[in-house]
Each structure stands twice: as structure tokens, then as C-alpha cells.
């Protein structure tokens, strides 16, 4: 986090102008050198931590009234514990190396104004016993501020995990170098969520350019200026998400035989094309290399003047699941309409969440009590089927 983002913030400057060591970590507030009373009636120094929401590039106070603390437990001047503002005494690890031993809580009438109110109601519950043995203990220790976050990949900073203290899961997807194959409808919605991701790079790779009927097919919306500015697809995707993941590359071209060597040092692949034949050079190059991926494909046809279809998400990250190689339709059926751009941004970002959702279960994200290597989602019947993994 930036000195320029906490000097938009009033109630964030003021906590840094007063002397507080405060700075923002991986979307947690902190506030370090706070003087407490621990059990034996000595003075030691904690942190104070609170979860943060920004809005517009300022912190927004959100109500949440609750705080963290790093450190034993605070207590009176004569060794008892302020068990008024402890909560919970167990172990929360925010992500970011930031780890609170308990949770305080103590709301006032009206709940607080802004952070600043907070903090320092919180500092003052805290501090005051340990003044009281050694008036000249203060927490205002006017350090200087340390931009910690010049590394993130994101312009701005994660709130959502960080206000649900799940940061430390997220950081499992850091060390991810993407590649997606193929930016239609399924793969620019697969972009769309791994942008939201802390992933270390994401390379798109598509030679076509931005047209009216990909502007249906993927999230966002151009306006009319730049799709007739003749934009390629990996361009145009690139200007929008670097909004807020610093890490895209786009690669205007088709992979084939010439350009296969743009995935190596890549370690996981979306592959989101049509073409049967260049999925299969494809997946030879990604298996010789190692390179976990996963593959998805659509049928829709008409039945009874309906669209009806399914879905098809196969994850080639486990070594029993190369088999499933052998069972994929690499041709188009005559009476499937997919490849006419047809408009079904719903079914798209489906598939693409289907997609997702393997990776990040491989990647520990996300629970996985079975090994699943393929889902069938069937329009017509709402099922979702899935293949375990082979024996």
C-alpha cells in the first residue's frame, strides 16, 4: 500500500501524522509499538491489526468493529487480564505472514466513526495500564511508513480475502504462471477470474481481433470506439485487466507447431479452442513439458426450436488422467452451432468457472475429497457429471 493511498485516506493520514506505526499489509491494517501489561505485570510492546476496506483508492470504515491482536494477552496493571474487549483467544492467520493470537472485541454506543476512532479506542484500552506503571511508554513512535506492498501484482489490494482471513490460502496461487489459450466467450471469462487471482503472470495467447460478437460473449462491455478500432482480442483483454493485475502478457498469435515454445517455463494451461487438430499438438507439447492444463469444450445444437448442449471441463493435471485424451470428439458435429458465435456468455462463464475451479482444486485452494479429471454439464437436464480418477 502506497503513502499515497493512506494520504486519500483522512482517518488513515491522521493515525500515521499522529505517530502511530501504521501501515497496510497484504489488505490488513496494522498498527505496531503498542505498550501492554502482560500476565506477570510487565510492559511489552504488540500489534494491532483490523481488517480494511477501500473504496475509491480510501479507506471506508466498514463496521466491523472487531480487532486482532499479536501478542499475549493485555491486561491490567496488577496482571489481570482485560477480558472486557477479549473475545476469542485462538490463532488467525491473515496471509502475509501476519498471525493474531486472539480477537478483541469492544463495540461503543453508535459503533465507531472511521478507523482512526477505532484504532486508537482500541490503543487506549490497551496502552493505558502499561502508562499507568511507566507514564513515558507511548505507542506514537513516529517511524517512518513502509510501502510493503510494491510486489503485489494487483494495483490495488485484495479486501475480499483479506477481510475473510483467507489470505494464507490465496497465497497458494502465487507462484502460478498461466497461459489461456484461446480468448472467446470460455476464455475470457477464464481470464476474468484468474485475473482475480495473485497469480505471478498470465499470458494470453489468440491471433483474432475484437469483434461486435466476441462483445457478447465476454464480460465487461466496449463501447462502439473500440470495437471499430480493430483491436486484437489479447490486446484489448490486456487494457482491461491490467486495470488490476500488473502481470498480462498478450501474444496475438494462433499456437501451432511455430510458437509452441511461448508455454514453456508456464506451469499451468486453459486450453479454450475449437480446433480438434491444434489440440492435439497442443497437449503432446504440454505433456512432453510437463505442464498441467485443462481442456474445455461446448456442443449446443437445436432441439425442438431450443438450444440444448453440454459442457465439457477436463482436467489433464493428474498422470491417470492422460487417458482421457483417447475419448475427446477432436471434430465439429454438422448441426452444432457453437462455432457460428453464438451468443451464450452464461454457458461461457460456466464452462470457464468449471475451469477454474479444477485449477485451484489442484492447486490446494479449494477442498477436493475426490479426484475428479472430467465434468459434463447437460443444458437440457441441469447435470453436472463427473469422472473420478482412473485407478
Not at 34 to 60: D, F
Not at 96 to 125: E, W
Amino acid at each position: 500500500m502506497s503513502n499515497l493511498q493512506i494520504d486519500h485516506s483522512p482517518d488513515l493520514k491522521r493515525l500515521r501524522d499522529e505517530g502511530y506505526t501504521v501501515y497496510i499489509k497484504g489488505g490488513i491494517l496494522v498498527v505496531e509499538d503498542i505498550p501492554y501489561v502482560n500476565n506477570k505485570c510487565e510492559i511489552a510492546i504488540g500489534t494491532l491489526i483490523s481488517t480494511l476496506t477501500l473504496l475509491g483508492g480510501r479507506a471506508k470504515y466498514d463496521q466491523d468493529h472487531k480487532a486482532y491482536f499479536i501478542g499475549d494477552e493485555p491486561c491490567h496493571k496488577d496482571g489481570r487480564e482485560i477480558s472486557e474487549i477479549i473475545n476469542t483467544k485462538s490463532i488467525t492467520n491473515h496471509g502475509n505472514d501476519i498471525v493474531s493470537k486472539m480477537m478483541l472485541s469492544s463495540k461503543p454506543q453508535g459503533n465507531y466513526r472511521d478507523y482512526h476512532h477505532k484504532m486508537t479506542a482500541y490503543v487506549a484500552m490497551i496502552s493505558s495500564p502499561a502508562q499507568s506503571i511507566d507514564p513515558t511508554v507511548t505507542p506514537k513512535k513516529h517511524k517512518v511508513f513502509q510501502e510493503l506492498d510494491s510486489d503485489s501484482v494487483f494495483n490495488y489490494h485484495d479486501a475480499n480475502s483479506s477481510r475473510s482471513s483467507i489470505s494464507h490460502i490465496t497465497d497458494k496461487l502465487k507462484p502460478y504462471k498461466i497461459g489461456i489459450i484461446g480468448l472467446g466467450g470460455t476464455g475470457s471469462y477464464i481470464l476474468d477470474f484468474v485475473a482475480k487471482s495473485p497469480v505471478e503472470q498470465i499470458h494470453l495467447f489468440d491471433g483474432d481481433e475484437f469483434f461486435s460478437h466476441n462483445a457478447f460473449r465476454a464480460p465487461g462491455a466496449p463501447s462502439i470506439e473500440e470495437l471499430n478500432s480493430s483491436m486484437k482480442k489479447v490486446s484489448y483483454l490486456k487494457g482491461i485487466y491490467s486495470k488490476m493485475h500488473r502481470g498480462i502478457t498478450a501474444h496475438p498469435v494462433f499456437i501451432n507447431e511455430d510458437y509452441l515454445s511461448l508455454l514453456d517455463g508456464l506451469n499451468f494451461i486453459f486450453v479454450a479452442v475449437d480446433d480438434g487438430s491444434i489440440k492435439k499438438i497442443i497437449f503432446a507439447h504440454l505433456d512432453e513439458k510437463e505442464i498441467e492444463y485443462v481442456d474445455v469444450g461446448m456442443g449446443v445444437s437445436i432441439k425442438d426450436n431450443k438450444l440444448s448442449g453440454m459442457l465439457r471441463t477436463t482436467s489433464f493435471i493428474t498422470h491417470s488422467s492422460k487417458h482421457l485424451q483417447s475419448t475427446l470428439n477432436y471434430s465439429t458435429s454438422e448441426d452444432d452451432i457453437y462455432g457460428s458465435n453464438i451468443q451464450i456468455a452464461e454457458l461461457n462463464s460456466i464452462n470457464a468457472s468449471l475451469a477454474v475451479m479444477a485449477w485451484k482444486q489442484s492447486a490446494g485452494f479449494y477442498q477436493s475429497l475426490i479426484g475428479v479429471d472430467q465434468t459434463l454439464f447437460t443444458l437440457s437436464t441441469m447435470n453436472l457429471i463427473r469422472t473420478e480418477n482412473a485407478a
